[in-house]
């Protein structure tokens, strides 16, 4: 299968965009040249195992555990305070030197 200049300006009025005449070759070849690495690929080999992802094994699955995931370190040590439900931390050096004050 190969793509024609009818039929990029076909599909570039289908998709309502403007190409301009000139680029209409180097799209034309681009597009064969991507049509003809397809017919490459539809070519190889697959085994039945890696066609569909699987193999007889199957993956294997993570352990089914019920809870929260602990911390690695206490919450005081990255936001010691919280108001209203929210972590409060240190403003970043970044923000100051961009202007921002405190209150916000």
Do not use: C, K, W, Y
């Amino acid at each position: 299968m190969s793509i024609s200049e009818s039929d990029v300006r076909h599909i570039a009025a289908l998709a309502r965009v403007g190409v301009d005449e000139s680029r209409i070759p180097t799209l034309v070849a681009e597009l064969n040249g991507i049509l003809a690495h397809m017919d490459v690929l539809q070519r190889v080999e697959l085994s039945p195992a890696a066609a569909d992802g699987t193999s007889e094994q199957g993956m294997p699955l993570a352990a089914d555990v019920l809870g929260a995931v602990p911390l690695l370190r206490e919450r005081a040590t990255f936001a010691p305070a919280m108001r209203d439900g929210f972590f409060l931390v240190p403003r970043l050096a970044t923000h100051d030197a961009a202007g921002a004050s405190e209150d916000e």
